[in-house]
């Protein structure tokens, strides 16, 4: 395949642009996908392309049109639908859970439901409680739904495609810190299987299985350890649901160690369900207790001054490493003073990153 550098948000509209040239029964709807700014870069141009009939902008009524969305999709169309954030999305959760999800089981496999919804999930400029939620548990809480939250630019057009050729609904969340970030993506049609995760580093210390932007803060994490003659498996799990339990549970089977990173909240979230599969499945080759690094069981801030400490880093899987191997307090400030501090502000990943949506 011929493979170029692209941004993860380009990756994204490479893939929408592909499939809605593919198929004609795939089109657009979501709010603000025709603006300036097109979600983030991921739909510029394509209105102008396809015309206002396949890329469409929607009113406020989340609900509503997520609801027309079904229908579309129990008809023959594939639509793929975005909520800026996450958050818009609880407007629809009767549709999403009631209805798009449970279609093909009340009616004995008749119908299908091939819906991508696309959904923006993570923090910047101190967004808070109701615009910066990470749901992703909630919706892999639901039989029926797939959820996937892909890392690299890679992964989300490979996923993407495979998402809207998939016949049943699909909830692809996407960190809003992911989108200028580059990799080497083919320029041809290519899917990536929906339930298979990926190993993208190898060591002996320590499985940390990761997921969406926790996957660029373990290799950060790696970096740091390799200097320290610690290296670990590290697996993206790109999908949350259907979960590739096989990779991780040989991984453990190697390293006794288990670490799971998630953006989300501690509470039955993803994190939990891994420790209470390891605790089934791995309970025998387990060295240590297993471990996870979420956002704390609270709401999220919105202050500078409170946001500095709520959200967990590659210190914090540095740390939670360490201790996982013996060392010593002692030994973890050493290797934690060692690492220089951030020169942007904590709530962006980098200069060039700018908000709100």
């Known amino acids: 395949m011929n493979k170029r550098e692209l941004t993860y948000h380009c990756a994204i509209r490479e893939a929408l642009d592909l ?12 709010e603000g996908i025709p603006d300036p700014k097109g979600i983030f870069g991921t739909t510029l141009g394509l209105q102008k392309k396809y015309g206002s009939q396949r890329v469409i902008d929607m009113p406020v009524s989340e609900n509503g049109l997520t609801g027309i969305c079904v229908g579309a999709a129990l008809r023959g169309m594939r639509p793929v639908m ?3 954030r996450v958050d818009f999305s609880l407007f629809a959760l009767e549709q999403i859970i009631n209805n798009a999800a449970k279609w093909h089981f009340m009616f004995g496999g008749q119908s ?3 819906l991508v919804i696309r959904m923006i999930i993570g923090r910047g ?15 892999a809480h639901v039989p029926g739904l797939k959820v996937i939250m892909p890392a690299f630019a890679n992964d989300a057009k490979g996923m993407m495609i495979a998402a809207i050729e998939d016949n049943n609904p699909v909830i692809c969340l996407e960190h809003r810190w992911l989108y200028d970030l580059k990799s080497l993506v083919p320029s041809e049609i290519y899917r990536i299987p929906l339930g298979k995760a990926r190993l993208i580093t190898e060591g002996e210390s320590a499985t940390v299985v990761a997921s969406s932007y926790m996957v660029i803060d373990a290799l950060k994490a790696a970096q740091v350890l390799e200097q320290e003659g610690i290296h670990f ?3 993206d799990l790109r999908s949350i649901k259907p979960l590739d339990y096989d990779l991780i549970r040989e991984s453990v089977k190697k390293t006794g160690r288990l670490l799971i990173l998630d953006t989300g909240w501690p509470f039955a979230g993803v994190a939990s369900e891994m420790i209470a599969r390891a605790a089934e499945e791995n309970f025998k080759d387990l060295k240590f207790p297993p471990q996870r690094v979420t956002l704390p069981d609270l709401p999220t801030p919105s202050a500078p001054a409170l946001t500095k400490d709520f959200y967990p880093g590659a ?7 360490l201790l996982s191997l013996g060392k010593t307090q002692r030994e973890i ?9 951030e020169k942007t502000p904590h709530d962006v990943p980098d200069p060039s990153f700018t908000g709100p949506f």
């Open 82 to 84: 975005t909520h800026q």
């Open 19 to 30: 499939c809605l040239k593919k198929d004609s029964n795939v089109f657009l709807i979501g």
């Open 112 to 114: 299908s439901v091939p």
């Open 125 to 139: 400029w101190g967004q808070g409680s109701q615009h910066s939620q990470s749901l992703q548990s909630l919706f």
């Open 315 to 321: 210190r914090t899987i540095i740390e939670k490493i």
């Open 233 to 235: 498996d590290l697996i």
């Open 333 to 341: 400030s050493r290797v934690l003073s060692g690492i220089p501090l």
